[in-house]
């Protein structure tokens, strides 16, 4: 599975590159998938709601469905595991990973200068490539972030992506 990460400081850009990479790369035929992880005590789930329920009884799962999506909650005691998530995902040309930062996948990184933040690259592992709306120093390609589409034509120009 091609799976690409997406890493920056929080207000960098990351949502807002992947929601225009996402349509980018499905007009040159691929299909996409993401992985999105929080930092936040973000809860899927409501207090009152059955699901809810559900999982306070003891379910270790609730699959929660309606007719045009469904949801699977799992309790995760032994924390997060980035593998075993991407193995639950059915077959796509390309996997964005969102967060994860310090995993041990390709990434770009998203940088914007105006945040007064380091850059991750070269002390995060695993960074390829660097998307700004800036320039910047350094050893890396560097690619627009306010294109889209051209971020795109480099995913697939690098082989990030390639149809099934």
Do not use: C
């Not at 992880?37 to 309606?66: C, I, N």
């Not at 699977?72 to 077959?91: I, K, N, Q, W």
């Not at 007064?116 to 960074?127: E, F, M, Q, V």
């Amino acid at each position: 599975m091609n799976v690409l990460g997406i890493a920056g400081w929080s207000g960098s850009g990351k949502t807002t590159l992947i929601e225009g990479l996402i349509p980018a790369l499905a007009a040159l035929g691929l299909r996409v998938s993401t992985v999105k992880r929080t930092h936040h005590d973000v809860d899927l789930d409501q207090p009152g709601k059955d699901s809810f329920r559900h999982r306070k009884a003891g379910a270790s799962e609730v699959l929660v469905a309606s007719d045009h999506r469904f949801a699977l909650l799992r309790e995760t005691p032994g924390g997060l595991d980035l593998p075993a998530l991407l193995g639950r995902l059915a077959p796509v040309d390309l996997v964005l990973v969102e967060g994860f930062k310090m995993d041990a996948l390709p990434k770009l990184e998203v940088f914007r200068a105006s945040l007064g933040k380091p850059r991750l690259w070269p002390g995060t592992p695993g960074i390829i490539a660097v998307a700004t709306d800036g320039m910047v120093a350094g050893e890396l390609p560097y690619l627009d972030l306010n294109d889209a589409a051209g971020v795109a034509a480099w995913v697939v120009a690098e082989g990030w992506a390639a149809r099934r």
